[in-house]
């Protein structure tokens, strides 16, 4: 079974570019998660869904960061204008309800580095 | 809102030893679950073990146990027979069992270096 799927691996882009990162969950996973880590901040939860609805957004840093989940196999983190500081890996996860299996699997991570 | 704190950024263990790492957290809820994961340089989070707070019974994965303190709201991992793999971040995590709110809450990590 192909666990959470993430792309891209790598990204190298220049201030003020337009970044997606793309993430498919585990199939029939209704909790999506996209977190953010850093040396300076650890692990930080930027945004999770449940059954494609964004529950908590609170943790998304400015306007320049938009999520989307248009259907419950594939979801999209965005940053536009990326800066410097957005430098990151990016990290996808999903899960099932707490009470049906509570384990969150997480992707390989996306590299980001903003230059 | 739940806060989980590892007050230990950093810890050795000579190989074949035993190992504690803290964990502990806040919360005002019952029911909830508590997570080790591991992540090692490749930076793949590999989950280590969980505990259902509703169970008094700690939790056991071969070499990987927990010492769960309820009212203590202390959750500790202990790595017996240290190996070189073992060498990684482990991260304390938290999720309710709420209806509402079912994120996951993680610690800041603690570095775990396995001397040969």
């Known amino acids: 079974d192909a666990g959470v799927i993430q792309s891209p691996r790598h990204e190298v882009t220049e201030m003020g570019q337009e970044v997606t990162l793309r993430c498919k969950p585990i199939s029939g996973h209704d909790y999506l998660f996209w977190y953010r880590q850093t040396m300076m901040r650890g692990l930080e939860l930027l945004i999770y869904?449940?059954?494609?609805?964004?529950?908590?957004d609170s943790g998304m840093p400015e306007d320049r960061f938009s999520a989307k989940m248009p259907n419950a196999s594939f979801s999209t983190l965005k940053i536009q204008p990326s800066e410097p500081r957005d430098s990151a890996v990016y990290f996808c996860?999903?899960?099932?309800?707490?009470?049906?299996?509570?384990?969150?699997?997480f992707g390989e991570g996306s590299w980001l580095t903003v230059v | 809102a739940q806060t989980v704190t590892q007050s230990q950024p950093e810890m050795s263990v000579q190989e074949a030893e035993t190992v504690t790492l803290s964990c502990t957290y806040d919360t005002s809820e019952s029911d909830y679950y508590l997570f080790w994961y591991k992540q090692p340089p490749s930076r793949q989070m590999i989950l280590v073990i969980r505990?259902?707070?509703?169970?008094?019974q700690n939790a056991t994965e071969n070499r990987f146990s927990v010492n769960f303190q309820k009212a203590a709201k202390s959750f500790s991992l202990k790595i017996s027979d240290s190996q070189l793999g073992d060498a990684a971040m482990y991260f304390c995590a938290y999720r309710s069992a709420d209806n509402y709110g079912q994120n996951f809450v993680f610690g800041p990590g603690t570095r775990l270096s396995v001397l040969p």
């Open positions: 505990q259902e707070a509703y169970k008094q």
């Open positions: 869904f449940n059954n494609n609805v964004p529950i908590d």
């Open positions: 996860a999903s899960s099932l309800q707490a009470h049906s299996g509570n384990t969150i699997y």
